[in-house]
């Protein structure tokens, strides 16, 4: 006989199929994800917050959706209409963002962790020079709501979903930036932008334009290719690093993560090519390794 989870204490929640399941470990791993847990504890939900990890790992979470100041989502309870769910916070001004992004271009490290599709572990001293912080700091700074009936708020379907919220923001911390008005994409490029613009350059004493050679014959032949064209043949420092630049999936529910798996993708076809090169292998179609299959 199934068991259920009674809502409000007369009627049985609706199974659904299909939903967003909480899959790791009860505690975070990174630093951020710990903060984003630790707000959550300062709720006070008590059995709330017991009910809510049900609902995450049953999948009763359909779908959450990040943007920019707000999370929405849709929890199966035990109405038939799904609750609506709201979390709000206040994204970061244009001033702020660009406080934030001067100090950081001006470390080369932090850039560089960023672009690596990694949180540097002091980042928040960084947002402390705009006065501001990366995660909120306190529970007034996030205001929830939910359709259900119940008079308590945060309630366990707002529970839910943000223990769902900590283990992507533990996958992926683009997210947080996000959440606080930064999308990755426009982050990283104001970033490689800072980063890369050439200074002005003094053109008084630049060479003039080589001239195109006027005999065809010379023309079209064209220079002897040297023997260092490849440069130097190695494997990466990092593997699937274009993929981690991208981040994860949102909220990816495989059997394996997907960065995971294309690194194993990443680090077999680099050891493939290196032979190749090298005169030691035919072409064959790259697999990942058995872990990461």
């Known amino acids: 006989m199934p068991s259920y989870d009674?809502?409000?204490?007369?009627?049985?929640?609706?199974?659904?199929?299909?939903?967003?399941?909480?899959?790791?470990?009860?505690?975070?791993?990174?630093?951020?994800?710990?903060?984003?847990?630790?707000?959550?504890?300062?709720?006070?939900?008590?059995?709330?917050?017991t009910r809510g990890r049900s609902y995450a790992r049953a999948g009763q979470v359909q779908n959450i959706d990040v943007r920019e100041g707000a999370v929405t989502a849709r929890v199966q309870g035990s109405s038939p209409r799904p609750y609506k769910i709201t979390l709000e916070?206040?994204?970061?001004?244009?001033?702020?963002?660009?406080?934030?992004?001067?100090?950081?271009?001006?470390?080369?490290?932090?850039?560089?962790?960023?672009?690596?599709g990694k949180m540097p572990e002091d980042i928040e001293?960084?947002?402390?020079?705009?006065?501001?912080?990366?995660?909120?700091?306190?529970?007034?700074?996030?205001?929830?709501?939910?359709?259900?009936?119940?008079?308590?708020?945060?309630?366990?379907?707002?529970?839910?979903?943000?223990?769902?919220?900590?283990?992507e923001f533990d996958r992926d911390p683009f997210l947080i930036f996000k959440l606080r008005g930064m999308p990755r994409d426009t982050l990283l490029a104001r970033l490689t932008e800072r980063t890369t613009a050439a200074p002005e350059s003094d053109t008084s004493s630049a060479a003039p334009p080589e001239p195109i050679v006027a005999d065809p014959t010379v023309f079209w032949a064209g220079a002897a290719i040297p023997d260092t064209l490849l440069g130097e043949v190695r494997r990466p420092p990092v593997a699937a690093a274009l993929p981690k630049r991208l981040g994860?999936?949102?909220?990816?529910?495989?059997?394996?993560?997907?960065?995971?798996?294309?690194e194993g993708v990443y680090t077999a076809a680099s050891s493939h090519g290196l032979d190749l090169i090298m005169g030691k292998g035919r072409f064959q179609a790259v697999r990942p390794s058995r872990s990461n299959d």
């Open 125 to 167: 001293t960084i947002f402390a020079t705009a006065k501001v912080g990366l995660l909120p700091q306190k529970e007034s700074e996030i205001e929830t709501d939910c359709s259900c009936p119940d008079a308590s708020n945060p309630c366990k379907h707002i529970a839910a979903v943000f223990l769902l919220l900590g283990e």
């Open 89 to 116: 916070i206040n994204p970061l001004t244009e001033k702020q963002w660009d406080q934030v992004i001067e100090a950081l271009s001006e470390q080369a490290l932090y850039v560089a962790t960023l672009l690596a």
């Open 248 to 262: 994860s999936f949102p909220f990816w529910r495989s059997d394996e993560p997907f960065l995971s798996t294309m």
């Open 6 to 49: 009674y809502d409000y204490g007369y009627s049985p929640t609706i199974r659904t199929k299909g939903g967003i399941k909480l899959q790791g470990k009860r505690d975070a791993e990174n630093w951020w994800a710990k903060r984003w847990m630790e707000i959550l504890d300062s709720f006070g939900l008590g059995g709330r917050l």
